[in-house]
């Protein structure tokens, strides 16, 4: 195992905006690192530039204490575990995690001695004599994560494994994957598109936008305190709540009403003209149920729109921007793939809310919990 340094690193094709572009993300041994943003963002050519199938432009590459910049791929040591696994068809799940091994020259005591213990730690140790047609999604994955074991890689590498998967399979590979990894405690980076493989698998993770790293923090850390809009609007699903907002002592007008925020959020908030307020929809409560009725963060929200999931209630309340606010939301709106943005509220009320469509309903809002963006730079100023 080992951990793997990114300083200053630089790809670019031809003459054109560089893809990946001046990165610097230090991976502790052991540490599960997930590279996440939308599609073009750089998030693979960073990968195949760790692992070696793509020469780097410039900045400096290490694995472990090796410089790797100009290493061939098969001489870094790394495992990296494909979309379709890169299973033989032909040969049992014994042979397809021996493979490496018997490439190595190693004799068949130590082959069947590694190929044992990595089956067993993976659970496979039943289903050695299978073909990889017979296996599930799942128990193909393990194999080649086998396969990587019994080299003893230095690291995991792992691009969008599980993309192809329907929804209910996805969600147990992911489980499997993060129980694996942590049990193994191999350092491990895993590209994908879809933050909720973010969240839920990574120690930190990386978000990424055209090339340019916007910050790298545990989950908790990105979905409590991002750093700017993009990422404020690339995690949390359904996404964060931006609309304008103008703040004036620790008042802050937003278009459905005005709320009280923290003065030592509202002091680095003055003077700033029209900001973007950012609100996650569980921020808001039906002030009914909170006995919220009538305090200085309520208000009366027209419901357009209600969606009831049995635990909880999506609520839908339209408002208006003013242009340039409208105008930073569409270019945001383009920046994460026309996902999350509009000029509607959607606020999550518990389950036992009774609030329909068509109502004005009085909503309750944790001001102190919201967070202000300057519109102009899209940084987090509170
Ligand atoms: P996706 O999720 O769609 O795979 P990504 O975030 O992994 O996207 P990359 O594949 O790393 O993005 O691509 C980053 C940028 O580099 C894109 O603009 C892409 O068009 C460009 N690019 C990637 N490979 C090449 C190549 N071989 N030649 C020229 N440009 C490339």
Redesign the pocket.
Known sequence: MAAITLKNIVKK??D?FP?VNDVSIDIADGEFVILV?P???????LLRMIVGLEDITSGEMMIGDRKVNDLAPRDRNLAMVFQNYALYPHLSVYENIAFPLRLAGESDDEVDRKVREASKTLELDEHLDRKPGNLSGGQRQRVAMGRAIVREADAFLFDEPLSNLDAKLRGQMRTEIARLQKRLGITTVY?T?DQTEAMTLGDRVAVLKRGLLQQLATPRELYENPGNLFVAGFIGSPPMNFLPAEVDGTTVTLPFGTVQIPEEKAERAQGKGVLMAGIRPEYFEDAEIADKVGSDSTFSADIDFVEWLGNETYAYIPFEAPPEVEAKMRELEADLDGEGLRTQLVVSLDGSSRIKEGDKAEIYVDAAKMHLFDPATGENLT
């Open positions: 094709y031809g054109g893809a943003g599609s073009g963002c750089g998030k693979s050519t590209v598109h």
